[in-house]
């Protein structure tokens, strides 16, 4: 039964009622099984932590040694788009055109 609603009853429900009632010993597989399964998760959860920490020092490593200008860092320098090429409306220097309301020209 504990098996069949592994996923619909919390642990601590089935730990008190096993404890109250004298049930430890058929409750016993369902929580060793449980107890497996928290510990694969948080190793699985150790490691992607570990990969994504080593993943931002050497991401902060490159930011830190590459120029601030040929880096692209600044919004003056790189514009709004982020990209290499001239924004719309000829607007090369990173501003957007802001609405006036003006239609002249």
């Given at each position: 039964?504990?098996?069949?609603?592994?996923?619909?009853?919390?642990?601590?429900?089935?730990?008190?009622l096993?404890?109250?009632?004298?049930?430890?010993?058929?409750?016993?597989?369902?929580?060793?099984?449980?107890?497996?399964?928290?510990?694969?998760?948080?190793?699985?959860?150790?490691?992607?932590?570990?990969?994504?920490?080593?993943?931002?020092?050497?991401?902060?490593?490159?930011?830190?040694?590459?120029?601030?200008?040929?880096?692209?860092?600044?919004?003056?320098?790189?514009?709004?788009?982020?990209?290499?090429?001239?924004?719309?409306?000829?607007?090369?220097n990173?501003?957007?055109?802001?609405?006036?309301?003006?239609?002249?020209?």
């Open positions: 039964m504990l098996y069949a609603c592994y996923d619909l009853i919390p642990i601590h429900v089935v730990m008190e096993s404890w109250r009632h004298g049930l430890t010993d058929f409750t016993m597989p369902f929580m060793i099984n449980y107890l497996a399964q928290q510990s694969s998760t948080i190793a699985e959860l150790k490691k992607d932590n570990e990969e994504r920490k080593l993943k931002e020092k050497s991401q902060e490593k490159e930011e830190n040694n590459t120029p601030i200008l040929g880096g692209n860092r600044l919004m003056i320098t790189a514009g709004p788009t982020g990209r290499a090429s001239p924004a719309p409306y000829g607007q090369t990173g501003f957007a055109p802001q609405p006036t309301g003006y239609s002249g020209f």
